[in-house]
């Protein structure tokens, strides 16, 4: 099993989580973050520390995001990793909770 970043990370793109990877499968986008399932070892170390809790356990994803599922393991194959946390967007605050996000993933 792997875990999932989900939709509430765009625009947020809080890096606390990659900071505790010990494997480093998370991978940077302009404003989001994947997990690369076959990377990932189901530590569960990276979930508690998503301040915008958009990371799931796979087998956990919301129904009405499973599409992140397969985006994350798309966009990890040519997205860099990313190692060490950053500090999240000027605006990261004001966009963690809003809905309908995906429109605005950029790739």
Same mark, same amino acid.
Request: aromatic share 8%; charged share 30%; proline share 12%.
């Given at each position: 099993? @792997?875990? $999932?970043?989900? +939709?509430?990370c765009?625009?947020?793109?809080? @890096?606390?989580?990659v900071? $505790?990877?010990?494997v480093?499968c998370?991978? %940077?986008?302009?404003? &989001?973050?994947?997990?690369?399932p !076959? %990377?990932?070892?189901?530590?569960?170390?990276?979930?508690?520390e998503c301040?915008?809790?958009?990371? &799931?356990?796979? !087998?956990? $994803?919301?129904e009405? #995001?499973a599409n992140?599922i +397969?985006?994350?393991? %798309?966009?990890?194959? @040519? =997205?860099?990793t990313? @190692?060490?946390?950053? +500090?999240p967007?000027?605006?990261a #605050?004001? =966009? !963690?909770g809003?809905?309908d996000?995906?429109?605005l993933? %950029?790739?």
């Amino acid at each position: 099993m @792997t875990f $999932v970043v989900t +939709e509430n990370c765009i625009k947020c793109k809080y @890096t606390d989580c990659v900071e $505790v990877c010990p494997v480093d499968c998370f991978h %940077e986008g302009p404003n &989001f973050l994947a997990i690369d399932p !076959d %990377e990932c070892i189901d530590c569960s170390l990276c979930e508690p520390e998503c301040p915008a809790k958009a990371i &799931f356990p796979k !087998d956990e $994803v919301p129904e009405d #995001q499973a599409n992140f599922i +397969e985006l994350n393991a %798309e966009l990890a194959k @040519t =997205w860099p990793t990313l @190692t060490r946390r950053k +500090e999240p967007p000027p605006d990261a #605050q004001e =966009w !963690d909770g809003k809905p309908d996000k995906l429109p605005l993933l %950029e790739r």
